[in-house]
């Protein structure tokens, strides 16, 4: 999403959309540059439901549907990932945050030094000592002071805060009256 966002409406000679696949490959690109020699892997979400529409029927209810433009664009972005020689980790009945948020964990347990690139303010509860964030799209990283100066609370917090706030985009329902500056 963020790539195809963030691009204009990139197409091919016969008007095929191309915009997301052009940002994602960037941003691999950029990273794999940033961070020469190291591992890469790429976390997409599985088509369908996830555990957390069983929990709460009104998971995500109110977003929008995968623009047509971008979904089109998906499975090109997985083969070009994996002609690249990338690990592409797709998980049935999770979603990509889940995964992440399993990868990080085992990293920070093994003391192993992770870059997760995201703007999702939802992973920063993952930041460790052990990992760090990397928005490339903004060219900004945050570590745990990072997160602090950010969101006023530490990662280890960021539960309890998003969950205070709630978060429209999935349609979870916060405190009413708080925010982030309440």
Not at 29 to 53: C, Q, T, W
């Amino acid at each position: 999403f963020r790539a195809y966002h963030a691009l204009p409406a990139l197409t091919t000679s016969t008007k095929y959309p191309t915009g997301a696949v052009k940002g994602v490959i960037a941003m691999l690109k950029r990273l794999a540059k940033d961070y020469e020699g190291s591992p890469i892997a790429v976390v997409f979400d599985a088509k369908g439901k996830s555990f957390r529409n069983e929990l709460y029927s009104a998971y995500k209810a109110n977003r929008p549907s995968m623009p047509d433009e971008l979904r089109q664009q998906i499975g090109p972005i997985h083969e070009i990932i994996r002609a690249m020689g990338l690990p592409l980790l797709i998980i049935d009945g999770v979603e990509a945050d889940d995964v992440i948020g399993t990868l990080a964990r085992e990293a920070t347990e093994t003391k192993r030094d992770v870059v997760i690139s995201t703007s999702d303010k939802d992973i920063a509860q993952l930041v460790s000592d052990h990992v760090t964030l990397d928005n490339t799209m903004t060219d900004t990283r945050l570590d745990r002071a990072g997160v602090i100066e950010k969101f006023g609370v530490p990662p280890e917090l960021m539960l309890d805060y998003l969950a205070l706030m709630g978060d429209a985009s999935d349609n979870i329902p916060g405190v009413p009256g708080v925010g982030p500056k309440t």
